[in-house]
T-cell receptor, first 114, second 113 residues
Framework: DSGVTQTPKHLITATGQRVTLRCSPR?????VYWYQQSLDQGLQFLIQ???????AKGNILERFSAQQFPDLHSELNLSSLELGDSALYFC?????????????FGPGTRLTVL | GNSVTQMEGPVTLSEEAFLTINCTYT??????LFWYVQYPGEGLQLLLK?????DKGSNKGFEATYRKETTSFHLEKGSVQVSDSAVYFC????????????FGSGTRLQVQP
């Protein structure tokens, strides 16, 4: 158990809908990363938050957004869903800082768009 | 930009065979290097890491050495078990700038009894 929790575990929805994925980082970790794992694109970085602020963006679509709350949990919002958004979404947390390179991953949320 | 290249899978081995999964990277400076493992239906677990040249990461019988001269971080295990069947991902983290992981495509390992 990495200490990172994600809910829900599975999500099935229809095209055009909006969903919210939730992530709680390990105790003490200030940084949260979101990644998407799909068969055709592999594991891709979407976005990073650090202590409530957006720190870096990767290949995140404009239909997607995220935020990190004062208690450090994070939510990834996916809207106007398309079939191609079906994937496994992971969040990872990290302490950040010199020598603290390791990211710990949650179990993921499997999104299926029908 | 940064990139990681892994050998194509699946790799199929018999129990107790020797394992090598090749990983090479492209990055500026000295990135940190990682191997993560994903068991069926689960998330990614850190297997081992190395943060500077010539470092050897090791865990659960797996080893990988950070080779700057060949920009490689090959994963090895002397004797695999059926329970090692999983997908293995090589990843790097740049020393500066964006701190997200860049992953390779993953290598599926199947160990047969």
């Amino acid at each position: 158990d990495s200490g990172v929790t994600q809910t829900p575990k599975h999500l099935i929805t229809a095209t055009g809908q909006r969903v919210t994925l939730r992530c709680s980082p390990r105790s003490g970790d200030l940084s949260v990363y979101w990644y998407q794992q799909s068969l055709d694109q592999g594991l891709q970085f979407l976005i990073q938050y650090y202590n409530g602020e957006e720190r870096a963006k990767g290949n995140i679509l404009e239909r997607f957004s995220a935020q990190q709350f004062p208690d450090l949990h994070s939510e990834l919002n996916l809207s106007s869903l398309e079939l191609g958004d079906s994937a496994l979404y992971f969040c990872a947390s990290s302490v950040e800082g010199a020598g603290a390179d390791t990211q710990y991953f949650g179990p993921g949320t499997r999104l299926t768009v029908l | 930009g940064n990139s990681v290249t892994q050998m194509e899978g699946p790799v199929t081995l018999s129990e107790e065979a020797f394992l090598t999964i090749n990983c090479t990277y492209t990055a500026t400076g000295y990135p940190s290097l990682f191997w993560y493992v994903q068991y069926p239906g689960e998330g990614l677990q850190l297997l081992l890491k190395a943060t500077k040249a010539d470092d050897k990461g090791s865990n659960k019988g797996f080893e990988a050495t950070y080779r700057k001269e060949t920009t490689s971080f090959h994963l090895e295990k002397g004797s695999v078990q059926v329970s090692d069947s999983a997908v293995y991902f090589c990843a790097l983290r740049a020393p500066t700038g964006r701190r997200a992981l860049t992953f390779g495509s993953g290598t599926r390992l199947q160990v047969q009894p």
